[in-house]
């Protein structure tokens, strides 16, 4: 037997070894009449979770998206001097009629009151924040994809207790883009971000601000941020967050989708370009999205990816957005008239498929609790085009300039994953918090080759504290070659800056990285798996920059 045949058969007997017990436990879905169409019971009798919309039904999507306004939830917050921001816990209308308890970060700021707010920044600009932890837990905030000294990161080591708090101060020097910021605690972050604890961090420059002069583009009303999450409700409208060995294997998975935690939203729209910051803060779903109107594919334009613009908008069909990645695109609805309906929604795609094909399809169909599976086809937002607009604005020709992928003078290190006895390693190790097993010098270039062998799932691996640049794409599956843009296998949104990469099973993904700073001394920082119960399982390793 060839090696990688009995690692393949090792893994599914596993599998399916926990199935079949999990499965006898199951009872079957019953449908509800209810208020909410389309009401599902879902899961075994002890813990019966509801799926509140089924997002295959294109007929429950009549609630209005939530938009980030002056203040409230996901209002914008004009980052200009020290902001307090605090975690706890409360209650929140997600659901009609029921009442939600979430954790959330809430700031009181020039006399408003924000909860989960989304910081807005511009490049250049000092940032300080001072993080109180009012959770009955450890926890700490992690900025994800900007560039800090380690002390401003969110490490898990810089955890604080309830009551504490932790002080940030640093200079933002990353380019325009859209970030993000969930808790970082060691074990703990899956729980927390599942919870409600993540929102935006939004970096402004001179090159945004032209794109925002030319379109007329305004935040929250034609440039909207759109966070995309799945969560599992009990029947009382609670958040249902039950580890089990196997989604601490395969990820936590929900069946009801959020888009700024609205199930099944709609939004009204003029027939003008918006701009929309898709993030993907769920914990371990990967979408593939799509805009459709009646059912033929409505085209659209990529203008950014995790980490600033692309040197100019690419026509696309169809992007894939894995846990913790950003994508910006351009949605042109100019020609669209009154009473016109789109649809953003998610193909359906094989999470298993290897450069081989298929070979594990149906293996994670059989979530027993689950009715949407991982790679299943749903609709996430409508879009009600409802008047026309008097923008003039185009489509840009230009908007940035790629940077280089000269390869002189690097390092290569190989980062291979692997699993044994349901649970996930990279180069062998699991993360300890006392160990530092990749040391880089200050300054340096690496190329870093993340292997994830043929019989794996897909992994969105993220760095902290740099950035780095996709050089190249091998074995990659089928579903994703169809996108490919180049004779490196990339793809549209791996030619601009990431911090989190998907790399689907039996791909190898080159990517460079730059160690140049400018803080004093060694800095540490973390290389993790993005799919929360993965990082929280151990799927992460320390790395330290010497001085
Ligand atoms: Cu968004 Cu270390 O994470
Ligand atoms: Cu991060
Ligand atoms: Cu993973």
Partial sequence: MKKKTLWGFLFTCSLLAFLTVESSQNAHAEMMDGHMKGRK?????????????????IKVFTNRLKLPGS?????????????????????????PGLKTSLLVYQANYNGKTFINPIIKIKKGDEFSLKFLNNLNEESIIHWHGIKTASKDDGMPQ?????????????????DAGTYWYHPHPHGQTGKQAYLGLASFYIVDDL????????????????????????????????????????????????????????????????????????????NARIYR???????????????????????????????????????????DLTKEKSGSEL???????DPMENEM?????????????????NGQEFYVLKFTVTGSSASTGRIPEKLSVLPGTAEKDVKIRKITISQKDMQWFMNGKQYNMDEYPIEVNKGTREIWEIVNPDLSMPHPMHIHGFQFLVLQRKGSPNQAIKS?????????????????????????????????????????YVFHCHILEHEDGGMMLNYRVLE
């Fill in 289 to 331: 999205l799509a805009f459709t109107k009646n059912t033929d594919s409505f085209p659209f334009f990529i203008i950014a990816g995790d980490a600033g613009f692309l040197d100019k908008p690419y026509p696309a069909s169809e992007v894939f957005l894995s846990p913790g990645e950003r994508v910006e695109i351009l949605l």
């Fill in 357 to 373: 094909g298929g070979k594990m399809k149906g293996m994670m169909d059989k979530d027993p609790d689950l009715n949407l599976q």
């Fill in 158 to 174: 810089s955890v604080v207790n309830k009551g504490e708090t932790y002080q940030y101060n640093f200079q933002v020097n990353n």
């Fill in 71 to 95: 203040s409230g939830l996901l209002g914008i917050l004009n980052a200009d001097s020290q902001i307090q921001l605090s975690a706890s816990e409360q209650k929140t209308g997600i659901l």
């Fill in 484 to 524: 490919v843009i180049d004779s490196q296998g990339r793809l549209v949104t791996d030619l601009g800056y990431k911090d989190t990469v998907l790399v689907w099973p039996g791909e190898t993904v080159r990517v460079l990285i730059d160690f140049t700073h400018n803080y004093q001394g060694t800095q540490d």
């Fill in 207 to 282: 090159q945004s601000e032209s794109l925002e002069k030319s379109l007329g583009l305004e935040i929250g009303k034609t440039d909207i941020p759109l966070v995309i999450q799945d969560k599992r409700f009990d029947k009382t409208g609670k958040l249902v967050y039950k580890l089990n060995q196997m989604n601490r294997f395969m990820g936590y998975y929900g069946d009801t989708i959020l888009v700024n935690l609205t199930p099944a939203p709609y939004l009204e729209t003029e027939a003008r370009i918006y701009r929309l910051r898709l993030l993907n803060g769920s």
């Fill in 41 to 57: 019971m879902m899961g075994n009798k002890l813990n019966q979770t509801v799926q509140v919309f089924d997002p295959t039904d």
């Fill in 343 to 349: 649809f953003l929604k998610s193909l359906e795609f």
